[in-house]
């Protein structure tokens, strides 16, 4: 019982992980064209500050959700496992789904 209890636990952290709109845009972004992203770019194009990035960034390193390899004075970051992009997919059917079903039941007491 103990193993499957640090089992939920994992689970748990990865998905803490993720719970956050800042790392939601990170791998967003890092899924954009799939090839590698440095920092500065992330800064760029989410509009956060240096320090606030690497905060979540480390929180996504250390879930091992993120990599990151270090070319001359750049740090270049790729998710780790593309099945993380599979899960946000996922994800994304599954509130357009909601969203769907919001805009029925909305017009169903709008006709009642």
Do not use: W
């Not at 001359?72 to 599979?86: A, C, F, N, Q, S």
């Amino acid at each position: 019982m103990v193993v499957e209890e640090q089992i939920v636990a994992m689970k748990s952290d990865f998905f803490k992980a993720l719970a956050h709109p800042t790392r939601v845009r990170i791998l967003e972004r890092l899924a954009r064209n799939g090839e590698e992203v440095c920092v500065c770019e992330l800064i760029e194009d989410l509009g956060v500050e240096q320090s606030n990035l690497s905060q979540h960034l480390s929180i996504l390193r250390k879930q091992h959700i993120i990599t990151s390899t270090k070319v001359g004075l750049k740090v270049m970051y790729r998710v780790k496992y593309p099945e993380v992009l599979t899960i946000m997919e996922k994800v994304q059917k599954i509130l357009a789904q909601q969203f769907q079903e919001g805009e029925a039941l909305m017009r169903h007491l709008a006709d009642s």
